[in-house]
């Protein structure tokens, strides 16, 4: 109660104190223009009797080239006047605390600029790469494209990840259009996306829809199951949500591919792989290119949840997997972890929802250069990379960290443990080992008919 002196009846209530925090002393009215700090210091001197007296030179703190905000620093000043001096070995000690004090972080200063400098020669290095080879890509491969694809060079370069202005053009060439789908037809299908959510919204609501969920067996509910999964997709953008300046374009282009294919219709996770050729595609072109990419075998398996097609990739990757990862691979099968846990997720989003978005481009990069068969090679490279840490893991463990992998994992980290992967296996590559996977099952099939029983 007694910390702040009383105000006297000369200060009105209504006149502004001078600006500025006083913990002690009045606080003169704001009648007159600010008061030199020389005034001030007489006004001072003769209400308190007290004189002031400038410490002696050796007494005043020297300036340091580095202090951390630290209350810590606290310890070099003076205590106050009611309470005892520190002794010689207080002092002492607390400047000693102190030196080391600034000394740990003079260190941690310094190694932090190092890492920052670091990363800027990184970036810039990067950056003058993506301009040296946007150059490449646009004058030199994209107008000589199908006689330069093939080449070691382009494939090398290709390995090192496009330029962002050129992947939409890049992904578009690789992917194709075997499907000779055009602009015009993706505005036929679109305009009867349309009229369908049109004639939906008369006749159901959108919480009728949520509680019926996934098991709707009506294709045309798919239409309305888009709006409940285009605000999971890539939430942390916030472009793609109600709202956001991407949530029309990603409607319509599911929309229209739901129309144009409704024996497939909307599947979990493709508004993943809409979203990222969205970002670097027009809209038409993104719908042809989502439509081929969706048309591919790998993809048409899961999408269509072909249990015979899919159970033949899990076995091609199992291969692979005991080939480059042999203790790993004993250790999920003691726990009987099988590859569907995790690589569904994975392939069903080609990596878009698992990875971070600029690395899913890159990965999405190769994977139109080398088709399905580096989907499955990512997932090794994963893996791999996390080997020593999933070695420790039991099956939960195991479960719930390939499934929210670390959001700090590296590019350069991960394709150097790609890289790292070998598939071939007994002098079989990816697509011998799938072709007699799928023989071997034809055989069995047959063997199996009820007409070779008979």
Not at 182 to 198: D, G, H, M, N, Q
Not at 298 to 312: N, P
Not at 411 to 416: A, C, N, R, V, Y
Request: charged share 30%.
């Amino acid at each position: 109660r007694n910390f702040f002196t009383k105000r006297t009846k000369e200060l009105k209530p209504a006149v502004q104190s001078a600006p500025g925090w006083k913990l002690f002393g009045k606080v003169p009215p704001r009648e007159n223009l600010p008061k030199d700090s020389k005034i001030i210091q007489q006004e001072y001197e003769a209400r308190t009797g007290r004189m002031y007296k400038p410490p002696p030179p050796s007494a005043r703190r020297k300036n340091i080239e580095f202090e951390p905000l630290s209350t810590t620093a606290l310890i070099l000043e003076d205590r106050p006047a009611n309470l005892p001096a520190k002794s010689v070995e207080e002092a002492l000690r607390h400047r000693q605390e102190y030196d080391e004090m600034v000394a740990e972080a003079k260190k941690r200063e310094i190694k932090e600029a190092h890492k920052r400098k670091k990363i800027m020669r990184e970036r810039f290095k990067q950056e003058e790469n993506i301009a040296s080879a946007m150059v490449i890509w646009v004058n030199e491969i994209l107008p000589n494209w199908e006689g330069m694809r093939a080449t070691r060079r382009v494939r090398e370069l290709w390995w090192q990840g496009l330029p962002p202005s050129v992947r939409g053009k890049v992904w578009s060439l690789a992917v194709g259009n075997e499907l000779n789908i055009t602009p015009e037809l993706y505005e036929i299908f679109l305009s009867r996306a349309k009229e369908r959510w049109k004639s939906f919204s008369e006749t159901s609501s959108e919480n009728d829809i949520e509680d019926a969920g996934a098991s709707v067996a009506d294709r045309e509910a798919s239409l309305e199951l888009i709006k409940l999964d285009i605000s999971r997709t890539f939430p942390s953008l916030y472009i793609f949500q109600k709202g956001g300046p991407y949530h029309d374009l990603l409607h319509s282009v599911l929309g229209a591919y739901t129309c144009y294919r409704p024996d497939v219709g909307y599947v979990q996770g493709m508004s993943f792989i809409a979203a990222v050729l969205i970002l670097n595609l027009e809209e038409a072109d993104a719908f042809i290119a989502f439509a081929n990419l969706l048309n591919k075998p790998c993809q048409l398996a899961f999408f269509r949840v072909d249990h015979s097609m899919m159970l033949k990739y899990f076995a091609a990757f199992e291969v692979f997997f005991e080939e480059n990862l042999p203790k790993l691979f004993l250790h999920f099968k003691s726990y009987s972890l099988t590859p569907d846990i995790y690589l569904i997720d994975w392939i069903f989003t080609l990596y878009s929802k698992s990875l971070p978005l600029d690395l899913a481009c890159r990965v999405w990069d190769v994977f139109c250069r080398d088709g399905e068969e580096f989907l499955f090679r990512t997932g090794l490279g994963i893996l791999r990379l996390y080997e020593d840490i999933l070695l420790q893991m039991d099956f939960i463990h195991i479960a719930q960290f390939l499934t929210k992998l670390p959001e700090d994992i590296t590019s350069e980290k991960l394709f150097s443990c790609i890289a790292a992967i070998q598939m071939q296996n007994s002098n079989k590559k990816w697509a011998q080992v799938f072709a007699s996977l799928m023989k071997d099952n034809k055989e069995g099939d047959k063997n199996h008919s009820p007409a070779l029983k008979s």
